[in-house]
C-alpha cells in the first residue's frame, strides 16, 4: 500500500546516474511551495553526475554514494539510510543506471517510480531507442511505472507515445521520446500523490 495521498507535501527522493534532464523537470514541478510535495534530496552513483550539480544549484540536498566494485550492498545500506533520515516518502529514478535489489526495492513498493524510454512491456532495459529502430516499429515513446523486482515490469502509471520516422537514428528518437519524458514524469508523481494511482 503506498498510503496516498498523505495529507501533507510529501518528501522526495531522486536517484540518477546521468545528467538530469528529468531531474530538472521534477524540480521545477515539484518546488518548495508544491502543496503534494517536493524534492528534498538528488543521489547518485556517479561523483561527476550532471544531476548532482542542477540538484545544487537548485538548493536541494546532493549526495553521491559510490557503488562499489563487486556489489551493491554497501551502496543500498547508505541509500536505506540515508532515506530514512531525511524522512522520505516516494523514490524516483530518473536515468538511475543500475539494478536496485528485492531488499531494496521491496520496502518500497507502491513508493518507488521509474521512467524508461519506451512503450513497456516492449524494450525493457538498456538501449531500448536502439531496440525499438531494429524492430522496425512505428511508434515508440515512455513508460513511467512502479519499480518492482524485475527489470522494467513493474505496474505502468502512464505512456506517452511518439512516431518512429524512417530516418530516425537513435540520437532523433531518443531526442524525441526525452521531450515527452519531461511532460510523463511529474504527471506520473502528481498521479501518484493524489491517490489517483
Not at 528534498?40 to 554514494?65: C, N, P, T, W, Y
Amino acid at each position: 500500500m503506498s498510503g496516498f495521498p498523505l495529507g501533507r507535501p510529501a518528501r522526495i527522493a531522486v536517484f540518477a546516474s546521468g545528467r538530469g534532464s528529468n531531474l530538472e523537470a521534477l524540480l521545477e514541478a515539484f518546488p518548495p511551495e508544491n502543496p503534494l510535495g517536493h524534492i528534498v534530496l538528488v543521489v547518485s552513483d556517479k561523483a561527476d553526475a550532471g544531476a548532482l550539480e542542477k540538484a545544487v544549484r537548485a538548493g536541494v540536498e546532493a549526495v553521491h554514494i559510490p557503488w562499489p566494485k563487486g556489489g551493491r550492498q554497501l551502496f543500498e545500506q547508505a541509500a536505506l539510510q540515508l532515506l530514512a533520515e531525511r524522512h522520505v516518502d516516494l523514490v524516483l529514478l530518473a536515468g538511475f543506471m543500475r539494478l536496485l535489489s528485492p531488499a531494496f526495492v521491496e520496502p518500497w513498493m507502491g513508493r518507488i517510480l521509474n521512467i524508461h524510454p519506451s512503450l513497456l512491456p516492449n524494450f525493457p532495459g538498456l538501449h531500448a531507442q536502439k531496440q525499438a529502430l531494429e524492430a522496425r516499429v512505428q511508434e515508440s515513446g515512455c513508460t513511467v511505472h512502479f519499480v518492482d523486482t524485475g527489470m522494467d515490469t513493474g505496474p505502468i502509471i502512464l505512456q506517452r507515445r511518439v512516431p518512429v520516422f524512417p530516418d530516425d537514428t537513435e540520437e532523433t528518437l531518443s531526442a524525441r521520446i526525452l521531450a515527452e519524458e519531461h511532460q510523463a514524469y511529474p504527471e506520473a508523481v502528481r498521479r501518484v500523490l493524489m491517490g489517483q494511482k
